[in-house]
């Protein structure tokens, strides 16, 4: 893959396989965009937050979604697959360690618990910098780590997505699991925040 995209010609071929499929019956009129809005509908970094949120309130659900964050996250009611099956592994962000998420091939990214893909993870400028110089590029989007941290970055793939497991902020204690989902930011899912 190029990391370059003409989008006026990937518009036209996806318009061309629609007709296709149209023409030979296989989908009807706007089902397509039907199916698209559906599933846009539910896909929301509110739904990576309750994940997160539930981590932080049951250490027993936080151990599942860190051993296998692709069953843990049904316990919630979501998938983090599309049209074909996909693993989800979270990654936790401690004291000593920071993860950052990216897709050096394309955007493979989880839509379903973060919503549609920020046009930076999709650029090229991201995909190919943050493996390079992690500190850098978090700089940029105002993450200042301490020396003492270790910046691990995890590349997602076809088969496998990434979540981050953000630290939980100091003195939230009291907050109930409705609130700490609200203190999640997309940006601390993917690892370029902290909250």
Same mark, same amino acid.
């Given at each position: ?24 019956g ?12 559906a599933?846009?509908?539910g896909?929301?970094?509110?739904n ?17 979604l ?13 998938s ?12 936790? +962000?401690?004291?000593?360690?920071? +993860?950052?998420?990216?897709c ?14 920020p ?5 090229e400028?991201?995909r ?7 500190l ?28 981050v497991?953000?630290?939980r902020p100091?003195?939230t ?13 997309? +940006?601390?899912?993917i690892?370029?925040g902290?909250?």
């Amino acid at each position: 893959m190029s990391g370059t995209h003409d989008d006026a010609l990937i518009s036209r071929q996806v318009r061309r396989l629609e007709t296709l499929l149209e023409d030979r019956g296989v989908v009807v009129g706007t089902a397509l965009d039907e199916m698209l809005d559906a599933f846009l509908s539910g896909a929301t970094p509110l739904n990576g937050a309750r994940v997160v949120a539930r981590a932080w309130t049951d250490p027993a659900y936080k151990e599942r979604l860190l051993a296998d964050g692709t069953t843990a996250v049904t316990e919630l009611g979501f998938s983090a697959g599309g049209v074909q099956p996909q693993r989800l592994r979270v990654v936790e +962000n401690t004291a000593r360690t920071h +993860n950052v998420v990216v897709c050096t091939l394309c955007s493979c990214y989880p839509v379903r618990l973060l919503g549609p893909s920020p046009s930076w993870y999709k650029s090229e400028a991201y995909r190919s910098r943050v493996v390079r110089e992690p500190l850098e590029v978090l700089r940029e989007f105002g993450v200042e780590l301490p020396s003492s941290v270790d910046v691990t970055v995890w590349d997602s793939s076809a088969e496998t997505r990434y979540l981050v497991l953000p630290l939980r902020p100091a003195g939230t204690e009291a907050l109930t699991e409705r609130e700490l989902a609200s203190l999640v930011t997309r +940006n601390a899912l993917i690892g370029t925040g902290v909250l």
